[in-house]
């Protein structure tokens, strides 16, 4: 190989010449600089580069303010410019052409670039971080449209940038002027009607969401993946594996995200980790510039562009994706260290039209506060019981934020994630059964950062909650179509889990002042309104299904154990009326701003983590 900074580094005993070989093959591999090898798989500390470069001679350049000539830097290739880890920026007074790069003492990249363009070159010391930041402002506008509007382009029926169509909004708002005119006419009967169909709805929906729990709760009788099958895994069979970190302004969290992935039990040179920061968030760039141990992930830097959304930086961040699966995880995320070679052994048993395979995600902060603990009961039941439910019945299932795993190949078929809907995951679990594939379980659990403020919470189930409805109105544009793509079972799940979740939230405060108005303060109109019986159902209704959800919710302990919160089950009615109130929000953000990205705090337990507060 022709000479490069770590030659040098050997030379003067600031790198192990035994791992010379292991660079020099990751770099072949993935068709890296040597450099961007060594610094993206934790051989070499950037502060420690740093300072070797000063020693010879090289000043460190701020190529972010430097003069930049674009024809020079339009002809190349970001992919190239973002895997060797170099700049032209302009010519010098000599006739040469000065090239910003990480590796200045790169002879094979200074050969490469006389090739191109067949004049002298001259080379600069420059932070690798600020040249793939420059490199991505300046040439990823086509990948960053891409990202935005690929799914748009190629399946818009499938795309949540309308939010409603001309046939759907002519459908509600007929629908609300027929109940209108029917309150006009006949108010007694109507409302009467009404209130039976949303007292039994609400019912239904909890049933439904009971089955689905007793269903998923037949999968603890067996273990898709064991301990037998992850021994006998060779590591050189294992493919390259590809992590997604989608973060903003995640200063903090950076070092506790490197020692969470050091955890995974998965060989090094296999794990293509993409770190996706945003082009305006210097606080998490200068955090991972200041690290002063290595740090095993690639920094991909995401162009400005509206909508800002994670599945944005997440489309983005795979047209430089090499793996032949690919997860995401969060900032704050544990995952379990053998979950990756569980899921490479899942796939490899299942069929080939499997796709997904979800990973169960809990709580290392459950006992924090009562909201950690409600969270931690909604969490253990609807992962570990209502998504394996939903599995043996082969419906669509709403894949989590996190902890989900695809075939590459595949995700990028689908269309990847819609950078319009704020619920991306759960749209894309639709998606999946939509287009004819289906997503397994893998019984594996991530641990992730309950929400422990309220307003935090609020914050971040209403979008959540919006991006149900989002999911809701794009798949049922057209509900004969859907139908004969999914068949009838797969409608009725739909319909029930994605829409039935938030119209449930909708109706449950309604439902609760019927019944408070009655049952304490029972007023004499209300009995003159409804007929006895009418009154009886309703409440019946209600009173069962919080009975059922707070049974659900006790239900939830028993696979993990969490016996000390089963008490905190009977806080559900309470817990059900902030989610009514995140609802609200929700859908009145639907209609006011159906793109916009509530953010929600991070780092604010003082479990396991530090209380510093940042933003996602």
């Given at each position: 190989?022709?000479?490069?900074?770590?030659?040098?580094?050997?030379v003067?005993?600031?790198?192990?010449?035994?791992?010379?070989?292991?660079?020099?093959?990751i770099?072949e591999?993935?068709?890296?600089?040597?450099?961007?090898a060594?610094?993206?798989?934790?051989y070499?500390v950037?502060?420690?580069y740093?300072?070797?470069?000063e020693?010879?001679?090289y000043?460190?350049l701020?190529?972010?303010?430097?003069?930049?000539?674009?024809?020079?830097?339009n002809e190349?290739?970001i992919?190239?410019?973002?895997?060797?880890?170099y700049?032209?920026?302009?010519?010098?007074?000599d006739?040469?052409?000065?090239?910003?790069?990480?590796?200045?003492?790169d002879?094979?990249?200074i050969?490469?670039?006389?090739?191109?363009?067949?004049?002298?070159?001259?080379?600069?010391a420059?932070?690798d971080?600020?040249?793939?930041?420059m490199?991505?402002?300046?040439?990823g506008e086509?990948y960053?449209?891409?990202?935005?509007?690929?799914l748009?382009?190629?399946?818009p029926?499938?795309?949540?940038l309308?939010?409603?169509t001309?046939g759907q909004?002519?459908?509600?708002?007929?629908?609300?002027?027929?109940?209108?005119?029917?309150?006009?006419?006949?108010f007694?009967?109507?409302?009467?009607v009404?209130?039976?169909?949303a007292?039994v709805?609400?019912?239904f929906?909890?049933?439904?969401?009971l089955f689905?729990?007793?269903?998923?709760s037949?999968a603890?009788?067996h273990?898709?993946?064991?301990k037998?099958?992850?021994?006998?895994?060779?590591?050189?069979?294992l493919?390259?594996?590809?992590?997604?970190?989608?973060v903003y302004k995640?200063?903090?969290l950076?070092?506790?995200?490197i020692?969470n992935?050091?955890?995974?039990?998965?060989?090094?040179?296999?794990?293509d980790?993409k770190?996706?920061i945003?082009?305006?968030?210097?606080?998490?760039l200068?955090a991972v510039?200041?690290?002063?141990?290595?740090?095993n992930?690639?920094?991909?830097?995401?162009?400005f562009h509206?909508?800002?959304?994670?599945?944005?930086?997440c489309?983005y961040?795979?047209?430089?994706s090499r793996?032949?699966?690919?997860t995401?995880?969060?900032?704050?995320?544990?995952?379990?260290s053998?979950?990756?070679?569980?899921?490479?052994v899942?796939?490899?048993k299942?069929p080939?039209?499997?796709v997904?395979?979800?990973?169960?995600?809990n709580?290392?902060?459950?006992?924090?506060?009562i909201?950690?603990?409600?969270?931690?009961?909604?969490?253990s039941?609807?992962?570990?019981?209502?998504?394996?439910g939903?599995e043996t019945l082969?419906?669509?299932?709403?894949?989590?934020?996190?902890s989900?795993?695809?075939?590459?190949d595949?995700?990028?078929?689908?269309?990847?994630?819609?950078?319009?809907?704020?619920?991306?995951?759960?749209d894309?679990?639709v998606?999946?059964?939509?287009?004819?594939?289906?997503?397994?379980v893998?019984?594996?659990t991530?641990l992730?950062?309950?929400?422990n403020e309220?307003?935090?919470?609020?914050?971040?189930?209403?979008?959540?909650?919006?991006?149900y409805m989002?999911?809701?109105?794009?798949?049922?544009?057209?509900?004969?179509?859907?139908?004969?793509?999914?068949?009838?079972?797969?409608?009725f799940?739909?319909?029930?889990?994605?829409?039935?979740?938030?119209?449930?939230f909708?109706?449950?405060?309604i439902?609760?002042l019927?019944?408070v108005?009655?049952?304490?303060?029972n007023?004499?109109?209300?009995?003159q309104l409804f007929p006895d019986?009418?009154?009886?159902?309703s409440i019946?209704?209600?009173?069962?299904g919080?009975v059922?959800?707070v049974?659900?919710?006790?239900?939830a302990v028993?696979?993990?154990?969490?016996y000390?919160?089963?008490?905190?089950?009977?806080?559900n009615?309470?817990?059900?009326?902030?989610?009514s109130r995140?609802?609200?929000?929700?859908?009145?953000?639907?209609i006011?701003?159906?793109?916009y990205?509530e953010k929600?705090?991070?780092?604010?337990t003082?479990?396991?983590?530090?209380?510093?507060?940042?933003?996602t």
């Amino acid at each position: 190989m022709a000479g490069c900074a770590l030659h040098s580094m050997i030379v003067e005993n600031s790198f192990k010449e035994d791992k010379l070989k292991e660079v020099e093959s990751i770099a072949e591999t993935y068709s890296y600089a040597p450099i961007k090898a060594a610094l993206n798989f934790g051989y070499l500390v950037r502060k420690d580069y740093t300072l070797f470069l000063e020693k010879k001679g090289y000043s460190i350049l701020d190529v972010r303010n430097e003069e930049i000539d674009g024809t020079y830097i339009n002809e190349c290739d970001i992919q190239h410019l973002n895997s060797y880890l170099y700049l032209p920026l302009r010519k010098d007074t000599d006739g040469s052409l000065l090239v910003a790069a990480a590796d200045p003492l790169d002879e094979k990249l200074i050969n490469t670039l006389y090739v191109k363009f067949k004049i002298p070159i001259k080379t600069l010391a420059a932070s690798d971080l600020d040249i793939i930041w420059m490199a991505h402002k300046l040439r990823g506008e086509f990948y960053v449209k891409e990202a935005v509007f690929s799914l748009m382009r190629k399946d818009p029926a499938s795309s949540g940038l309308t939010t409603f169509t001309n046939g759907q909004l002519i459908s509600i708002f007929s629908a609300i002027a027929i109940i209108l005119v029917l309150l006009v006419v006949f108010f007694v009967p109507t409302v009467t009607v009404l209130n039976l169909l949303a007292s039994v709805f609400f019912l239904f929906s909890i049933l439904f969401k009971l089955f689905l729990a007793l269903k998923g709760s037949m999968a603890e009788l067996h273990e898709p993946v064991s301990k037998e099958d992850i021994a006998k895994v060779k590591n050189e069979t294992l493919p390259i594996y590809t992590i997604l970190l989608p973060v903003y302004k995640e200063d903090k969290l950076i070092r506790k995200l490197i020692w969470n992935l050091r955890s995974l039990d998965y060989p090094k040179s296999k794990l293509d980790v993409k770190l996706l920061i945003e082009e305006d968030d210097d606080k998490t760039l200068n955090a991972v510039r200041e690290l002063d141990f290595p740090a095993n992930f690639e920094v991909i830097v995401v162009p400005f562009h509206m909508p800002k959304t994670k599945p944005k930086a997440c489309n983005y961040g795979l047209f430089f994706s090499r793996g032949e699966y690919l997860t995401i995880y969060d900032a704050e995320d544990v995952p379990d260290s053998n979950q990756l070679k569980k899921v490479v052994v899942l796939f490899r048993k299942l069929p080939e039209d499997f796709v997904v395979i979800q990973g169960a995600l809990n709580y290392f902060n459950k006992n924090e506060n009562i909201l950690t603990r409600m969270f931690t009961l909604e969490y253990s039941y609807w992962f570990d019981y209502m998504l394996p439910g939903l599995e043996t019945l082969d419906v669509p299932i709403p894949l989590g934020g996190t902890s989900n795993h695809f075939k590459l190949d595949k995700l990028i078929e689908l269309g990847a994630w819609d950078p319009f809907n704020v619920t991306e995951d759960a749209d894309l679990g639709v998606r999946v059964y939509d287009k004819g594939f289906k997503i397994g379980v893998a019984n594996s659990t991530t641990l992730e950062e309950a929400n422990n403020e309220f307003f935090n919470w609020i914050r971040q189930r209403s979008r959540w909650i919006k991006g149900y409805m989002q999911t809701y109105l794009v798949h049922m544009r057209n509900p004969v179509k859907l139908i004969r793509r999914i068949g009838w079972q797969g409608f009725f799940g739909f319909n029930f889990f994605i829409g039935g979740t938030s119209f449930t939230f909708l109706l449950y405060p309604i439902l609760l002042l019927f019944f408070v108005l009655y049952l304490i303060f029972n007023f004499v109109g209300i009995r003159q309104l409804f007929p006895d019986w009418v009154l009886y159902v309703s409440i019946f209704n209600f009173i069962a299904g919080n009975v059922l959800m707070v049974y659900i919710n006790m239900l939830a302990v028993f696979k993990r154990r969490y016996y000390e919160l089963i008490l905190f089950a009977l806080l559900n009615p309470i817990y059900w009326l902030m989610h009514s109130r995140a609802a609200y929000k929700g859908l009145w953000q639907l209609i006011t701003k159906p793109f916009y990205w509530e953010k929600t705090n991070h780092g604010l337990t003082k479990v396991g983590s530090t209380t510093t507060s940042v933003t996602t």
